[in-house]
């Protein structure tokens, strides 16, 4: 690369980066820092996970580690019937850890389920600036949603099930989706369509609900409108809502985890 590339690259990151500022960066990182740190808490000794949703993925992971990976671990001679990325990696996971499945199920949550806030951020910023960033992920996190357990709204949670997994890889589609309205690259569309296909084998409702905001009329009409951040929330929201749950007031599960409930 040529010094003049290099420098221009430089330049180029730290306009980014004057734009985002150091300030919300760091209270996202700080909040979001902070639920982890209460969700690794809340789960670190776990050895059992909690609901019904976990005893049907662990089954499915253990039939891919007893090398049966698409039958059903249930009925004889039947097909998988769920989609297989969660189970899949937890599958891989405890062959490359050693780590029991029930243990690995009980505790990946935390890590694994990063990905959502760190992109809700990247997005809310985008959409709106890095202020309505900093204020919509403190909502995300921390607003009190009423009695909803982790698993039914949108928000960061330790719990490792497929509607939590999932939910990072959607609000990261919608990311590269706005970028697509406004590019007619084959790479990018490209990568829509990886992004959904992978979305698709986390969880499908989320992955219809992209598929279908693709396939708006305004969008067979012209890339204009859907360019617009807040044509893109408007549709985004009610999506968001229909992925994660009845209720988009979203963290209580973090707020439970931090006041030690």
Same mark, same amino acid.
């Given at each position: 690369?040529?010094?003049?590339?290099?420098?221009?690259?430089?330049?180029?990151?730290?306009?980014? $980066?004057?734009?985002?500022?150091?300030?919300?960066?760091?209270?996202?990182?700080?909040?979001?820092?902070? !639920?982890?740190?209460?969700?690794?808490?809340?789960?670190?000794?776990?050895?059992?996970?909690?609901?019904?949703?976990?005893?049907?993925? !662990?089954?499915?992971?253990?039939?891919?580690?007893?090398?049966?990976?698409?039958?059903?671990?249930?009925?004889?001679?039947?097909?998988?019937?769920?989609?297989?990325?969660?189970?899949?990696?937890?599958?891989?996971?405890?062959?490359?850890?050693?780590?029991?499945?029930?243990?690995?199920?009980?505790?990946?949550?935390?890590?694994?389920?990063? +990905?959502?806030?760190?992109?809700?951020?990247?997005?809310?910023?985008?959409?709106?600036?890095?202020?309505?960033?900093?204020?919509?992920? @403190? !909502?995300?996190?921390?607003?009190?949603?009423?009695?909803?357990?982790?698993?039914?709204?949108?928000?960061?949670?330790? +719990?490792?099930?497929?509607?939590?997994?999932? #939910?990072?890889?959607?609000?990261?589609?919608?990311?590269?989706?706005?970028? @697509?309205?406004?590019?007619?690259?084959?790479?990018?569309?490209?990568?829509?369509?990886?992004?959904?296909?992978?979305?698709?084998?986390?969880?499908?409702?989320?992955?219809?609900?992209?598929? #279908?905001?693709?396939?708006?009329?305004?969008?067979? #009409?012209?890339?204009?409108?859907?360019?617009?951040?807040?044509?893109? !929330?408007?549709?985004?929201?009610? @999506?968001?809502?229909?992925?994660?749950?009845?209720?988009?007031?979203?963290?209580?599960?973090?707020?439970? $985890?931090?006041?030690?409930?």
């Amino acid at each position: 690369m040529s010094m003049e590339g290099s420098t221009t690259g430089r330049s180029g990151i730290r306009k980014i $980066l004057g734009g985002i500022g150091s300030t919300p960066v760091l209270l996202a990182i700080f909040m979001i820092t902070l !639920a982890f740190n209460a969700g690794v808490r809340r789960s670190y000794d776990l050895t059992w996970p909690p609901y019904m949703d976990h005893a049907r993925d !662990a089954s499915f992971a253990q039939s891919i580690l007893d090398g049966h990976y698409g039958e059903d671990p249930l009925y004889t001679g039947e097909s998988m019937w769920f989609t297989p990325m969660v189970f899949t990696l937890e599958a891989y996971a405890v062959e490359f850890t050693g780590v029991d499945l029930q243990v690995l199920q009980a505790r990946a949550g935390a890590f694994w389920n990063l +990905l959502a806030p760190i992109v809700f951020f990247l997005l809310a910023w985008r959409w709106f600036g890095s202020s309505v960033a900093v204020v919509a992920l @403190a !909502a995300y996190l921390f607003v009190l949603p009423g009695q909803e357990p982790g698993w039914a709204v949108a928000t960061y949670s330790p +719990l490792f099930l497929a509607m939590n997994f999932a #939910q990072g890889l959607f609000l990261l589609m919608l990311l590269v989706l706005f970028r @697509a309205f406004r590019s007619v690259s084959w790479v990018v569309w490209a990568a829509v369509g990886i992004g959904a296909g992978l979305l698709f084998l986390s969880h499908a409702a989320p992955a219809i609900l992209i598929v #279908q905001y693709d396939r708006h009329p305004h969008h067979q #009409q012209g890339h204009r409108r859907l360019a617009d951040p807040r044509s893109c !929330a408007g549709r985004a929201i009610p @999506a968001l809502r229909g992925c994660c749950g009845r209720n988009l007031h979203p963290g209580q599960p973090a707020v439970d $985890l931090v006041r030690g409930r």
